[in-house]
């Protein structure tokens, strides 16, 4: 299984917006790229997923490098209840079957 | 529309004994993934079960063992209970129709907290 490297923890300020890095130098050509969110307390939560064009929705934008080995989850104004474990996974829906890997994730803060 | 449910909240076993837990899917869904998570990690998958058969299996014993019931709820089974198995355990369920491409968006519940003394 591909893997993916992520930042163990960031900080933002409220109302900002929040860049989180994830790196994936050994994606394949079927790996998509998927954010999971785990909330306090809670199990984790879809977030967003591509494959190579960038992606948006309502919770988020999802921006994948050109060649593949990076991708950056974009929330556009963080809100305290964005505090959260965010988790970048590499799903090849076609050899991989039907596990998902996640990795220790991203852990954000946000400041009043 | 009731999320993905699972039972019991907490539980707290000791050395040696079994444990069931047990998970309903989100309305129409027909495939449920089990994970454990230990405390400050990411989920780990344990398997996958899809129309009463598991489908695949991470790297985790026999001791751990699985059920997919016809209305599609799953229980998980653990044997020999070790003091290692102390984790939050987490049911997703998802469907293959959904989401589109590459998605098979899972939905999480909000898990079961083993705790073996």
């Known amino acids: 299984d591909a893997k993916t490297t992520q930042p163990n923890s960031m900080e933002s300020n409220e109302e900002e917006p929040v860049h989180l890095p994830c790196n994936h130098s050994?994606?394949?050509?079927?790996?998509?790229i998927h954010w999971y969110r785990q909330l306090p307390s809670q199990g984790p939560e879809y977030v967003i997923h591509?494959?190579?064009s960038n992606v948006n929705n309502r919770m988020a934008s999802l921006a994948i490098a050109e060649d593949r080995k990076s991708s950056t989850l974009i929330l556009h104004r963080a809100t305290l209840r964005d505090a959260a474990v965010y988790y970048c996974?590499?799903?090849?829906?076609?050899?991989?079957?039907?596990?998902?890997?996640f990795g220790a994730g991203t852990r954000l803060f946000v400041k009043a | 529309d009731a999320g993905v449910t699972q039972s019991p909240t907490h539980l707290i076993k000791t050395r040696g004994q079994q444990v069931t837990l047990r998970c309903s899917p989100k309305?129409?869904?027909?495939?449920v993934s089990w994970y454990q998570q230990a405390l400050g990690q990411g989920p780990q998958f344990i398997f996958q079960?899809?129309?009463?058969?598991?489908?695949q299996r991470g790297n985790f014993p026999d001791r751990f063992s699985g059920h997919q019931f016809p209305n599609y709820s799953s229980e998980l089974n653990v044997n020999a209970l070790l003091l290692g198995d102390s984790a939050l355990y987490l049911c997703?369920?998802?469907?293959?129709?959904?989401?589109?491409?590459?998605?098979?968006?899972?939905?999480f519940g909000p898990g079961t907290r083993l705790t073996v003394l």
């Open positions: 997703a369920s998802s469907s293959p129709l959904a989401g589109g491409p590459g998605n098979n968006e899972q939905f």
């Open positions: 050994t994606i394949s050509g079927t790996d998509y």
């Open positions: 591509g494959l190579t």
């Open positions: 996974i590499l799903r090849d829906v076609v050899t991989g079957g039907f596990k998902t890997i």
């Open positions: 309305s129409g869904h027909d495939t």
């Open positions: 079960y899809y129309e009463e058969e598991e489908r």
